[in-house]
Nanobody, 126 residues
Framework: QVHLVESGGGLVRTGDSLVLSCAVS??????????SAWFRQAPGKEREFVAA????????RYSETVKDRFTISRDDSANTLQLQMVGVRPEDTAVYYC?????????????????WGQGTQVAVSS
């Protein structure tokens, strides 16, 4: 069974940097073709796509709201997914979820992802 656990969330100030991590078990990154991504859900809003990285690590996709500020990466030796957040803003406040799905394609649609973590809260004060 695939299990995802996010960590690294917390309360930060506008302009700060933060790194979220997602530990994955039950699926070995280096041995299984898959797609990994981060989504987020702000209070009162629907969950939205943030970033994705394909298995080959030669393609990434970002939402326009985080492009040039956030970086998605994957550590196959540790079987973890990261999201480096630079220059955070109050509108980045949300619960951040990691998601993984068996696919060689890259998607920004929530319904395409099979496995999800429970989320980690990020709060950005102004």
């Amino acid at each position: 069974q695939v299990h995802l656990v996010e960590s690294g969330g917390g309360l930060v100030r506008t302009g700060d940097s933060l790194v979220l991590s997602c530990a994955v078990s039950g699926l070995t990154f280096s041995q299984t073709i898959h797609l990994s991504a981060w989504f987020r859900q702000a209070p009162g809003k629907e969950r939205e796509f943030v970033a994705a990285i394909n298995w080959y690590k030669d393609r990434t996709r970002y939402s326009e709201t985080v492009k040039d500020r956030f970086t998605i990466s994957r550590d196959d030796s540790a079987n973890t997914l990261q999201l480096q957040m630079v220059g955070v803003r109050p509108e980045d406040t949300a619960v951040y979820y990691c998601a993984v799905t068996p696919s060689s394609q890259i998607y920004d649609t929530e319904g395409k992802y099979r496995y999800w973590g429970q989320g980690t809260q990020v709060a950005v004060s102004s």
